[in-house]
């Protein structure tokens, strides 16, 4: 090698080295191709031209900074948040795949929660029923003032044509999923605020929501090419279908829903479990992330027990008008796992137990039925009567520091000697230290979240 060449080489590796400390935290990964990309370093172009052009003859409105431009654009990114921009319909776009970026991206902390287990585990449903209830803000507290506004109309409208429209108004269960044929996502984004205290800047987070096939989370290769935004998720929902385990499929009634919707083999809830943490567990995941396990189909675990001997959890319904009940979901949380251990899942609550700490932490056990009822033999419901569905959402985002909780609780402890609950015979992490603070407890927000 040449003296040249060396210090050539020793130039690009201080480069390197130098950028990857002055643009430290100015780095974002785009919803759709997973990439990580400098917002600053973005091309902004006019959305409506977006639409009606190729992407090959489109004009931007800003090319992407090159040279010294591009070190200070990275530092300090252009906001598009101005008159200027605001009548162009100015975007960014992905320099990998063109995806037209939230508005507020440079700005604003993405928060992707991956809802994710094996196929017909109930995911597309869960998600339909949790984006309507969203909308409906239904997951604030009374009075909080907030907005919520959905930054993909697009792909929210897709959702609701090929999910939404089934659920709610053709009273049908949805088809499932089909795998994916695109390593690009089109996923719904939401920009959140809330003010938590009226002297208080708002607490603002833009929260992004996949739906994909289970096929292309149990399968790694499909995984990581298919679904990569798992890696990077904030916060998993794993959806734990009652169905596919077997002790609870055995103790079920002989139902017509078992014909409808699972006609696949289903896997057994470790071993889907396992294989969907195994790209976390060889991406060497950087940081724990707060883990719900949901036992979706709730409704039909009432099936498993005579009316008078029910978990205490079924037989209550939440109320979150006033804030996120921390000792409600304790208790469901205790029951869950006891629910579990009875129908000898014990080693699967042993492997997630292995995982906390590294991958995961917390870990929360919740149970939500997205449709409230069985469906019947077509795919048939009467109703859209959602059950829980909030849990283990509103414990995510309490999680990461972005909703407040109630300070006092109504139910709670007392559930927890209730006849039906016995105590179990598992050693179990308390999930949630109860330390009141001020009336919204554990809301965190000057700490981790971008101000506006
Ligand atoms: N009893 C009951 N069944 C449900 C509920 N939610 C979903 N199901 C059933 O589960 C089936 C699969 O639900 P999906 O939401 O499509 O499952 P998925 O996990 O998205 O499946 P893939 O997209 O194929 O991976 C549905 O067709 C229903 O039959 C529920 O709340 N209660
Ligand atoms: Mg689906």
């Not at 060449?5 to 690009?12: H, K, P, S, W, Y």
């Not at 008159?83 to 795949?97: D, G, L, N, S, Y």
């Not at 251990?341 to 609550?349: H, M, N, S, T, V």
Request: charged share 20%.
């Amino acid at each position: 090698m040449s003296l040249r060449q060396i210090l050539r080489e020793a130039t690009g590796f201080l480069g390197s080295k130098l950028s990857t400390l002055l643009y430290h935290g100015r780095s974002v990964l785009c919803p759709s191709c997973c990439e990580r990309i400098y917002p600053g370093a973005c091309a902004i172009v006019s959305l409506p031209e977006l639409q009606s052009q190729s992407l090959a003859t489109l004009v931007p409105l800003r090319e992407a900074p090159r040279g010294l431009r591009r070190f200070f654009s990275i530092l300090f990114p252009t906001s598009l948040m101005s008159e200027q921009f605001t009548r162009k319909q100015a975007v960014r776009i992905c320099p990998h795949c063109q995806y037209p970026l939230p508005y507020n991206i440079e700005r604003t902390r993405q928060v992707t929660i991956a809802i994710i287990g094996d196929v017909s585990s109930g995911k597309s449903v869960y998600i339909a029923v949790l984006l309507r209830l969203l909308e409906q803000g239904a997951f604030l507290p009374r009075d909080l003032p907030a907005r919520l506004p959905c930054l993909t109309p697009e792909a929210r409208e897709r959702y609701e044509r090929d999910y939404g429209k089934p659920l709610f108004v053709d009273r049908m269960v949805p088809r499932g999923t089909p795998r994916a044929i695109d390593t690009t996502h089109q996923p719904i984004i939401y920009e959140i605020g809330m003010r938590l205290e009226p002297d208080l800047p708002p607490v603002l987070f833009n929260l992004v929501i996949y739906d994909t096939s289970g096929e292309d989370y149990v399968i790694q290769a499909r995984q990581v090419q298919y679904a990569p935004y798992v890696l990077n998720a904030d916060a998993i929902i794993f959806m734990l279908d009652p169905v596919a385990i077997p002790q609870m499929r055995a103790s079920l009634p002989n139902d017509p829903h078992f014909r409808y919707g699972h006609n696949l083999a289903l896997g057994h809830p470790l071993d889907s479990f396992s294989k969907i943490v195994q790209p976390l567990v060889q991406a060497r995941a950087r940081r724990p992330r707060p883990l719900a396990i949901t036992l979706s189909k709730a409704d039909l675990l009432k099936k498993l027990r005579p009316v008078g001997q029910q978990y205490g959890f079924l037989k209550r319904a939440p109320d979150y008008s006033g804030g996120l009940d921390l000792n409600d979901l304790a208790s469901v949380d205790q029951e869950v796992r006891q629910l579990l251990y009875e129908y000898d899942l014990g080693r699967f609550l042993a492997t997630v137990e292995y995982y906390q700490g590294q991958l995961f932490a917390p870990v929360c056990y919740t149970a939500v039925s997205a449709l409230g009822y069985t469906p019947d033999e077509q795919g048939g419901i009467p109703a859209v009567s959602p059950w829980r569905c909030l849990d283990p959402f509103l414990w995510v985002l309490h999680e990461l520091g972005l909703l407040p909780a109630r300070a006092r609780s109504a139910s709670g402890p007392a559930l927890h000697g209730s006849a039906t609950v016995q105590t179990p015979a598992f050693p179990v992490t308390p999930a949630y230290p109860a330390t009141p603070a001020s009336p919204w407890q554990g809301a965190r927000p000057r700490q981790r979240l971008n101000w506006p």
